[in-house]
């Protein structure tokens, strides 16, 4: 059995997904606590599963521990077999989804660093919320009538979109400004296996 380590509302939501796209329902373990207390995983220490002491993590069947979100979501991507959750290997769509997955990891996921790290001014915030807009207008731009970032079928690399849009809501950034991404993301959002990671982990009812 797979198990992932996860907490509500980080990046984690988006391996999560994508298992479940691919008809897996994870084990779930649920990562508490904060510097400089330990992070919890159960009542074990979390950074005796990673040390890198983040998440995700997921432990796979021979009870190795796969780490980095973009390297989970294309393990679970894999798993899907024929979903198309990821293009296959040699295919201009399987580097298009790995442009993507890089895109999102470096320039919108990082972009949200000011504002959950101490110690950076308002100003920086501000500037920190100007660039992050203009990498959405540019995903905007890209996405155009497809109703996915590959086209006609969803991929891991929609997983970790979705995800790191619905962080806007923590930073006071209206994704109503983006109307292409505001449906993109309510379509996803709608998806059954979108609704039983956030079911599981707590974030809907």
Request: charged residues 20%; contains cysteine; neutral net charge.
């Amino acid at each position: 059995m797979l198990t992932l380590y996860y907490s509500p509302n980080a990046c984690s939501l988006a391996p999560h997904i994508a298992l479940r796209e691919a008809g897996i329902e994870p084990g779930l373990v649920r990562v508490k606590g904060r510097a400089p207390a330990p992070k919890m995983a159960g009542d074990v220490e979390y950074a005796t599963i990673t040390p890198k002491n983040y998440v995700p993590a997921l432990r796979l069947e021979d009870g190795s521990v796969l780490t980095e979100c973009v390297a989970v979501l294309a393990y679970a991507g894999d798993l899907g077999g024929r979903t198309g959750l990821a293009p296959a290997a040699g295919t201009p769509a399987r580097y298009r989804m790995y442009e993507w997955l890089g895109y999102i990891n470096s320039e919108l996921h990082k972009g949200f660093g000011p504002f959950f790290a101490p110690g950076y001014s308002d100003d920086q915030k501000a500037a920190g919320r100007a660039a992050l807009g203009r990498k959405l207008d540019f995903v905007q731009r890209s996405l155009g009538d497809g109703p996915w970032l590959g086209g006609g079928q969803f991929t891991v690399a929609d997983a970790y979109l979705f995800t790191v849009l619905g962080w806007l809501r923590f930073i006071d950034v209206d994704l109503a400004q983006w109307p292409t991404l505001q449906a993109y993301h309510e379509r996803a959002a709608a998806r059954p296996a979108v609704q039983a990671a956030m079911k599981a982990e707590g974030l809907v009812k």
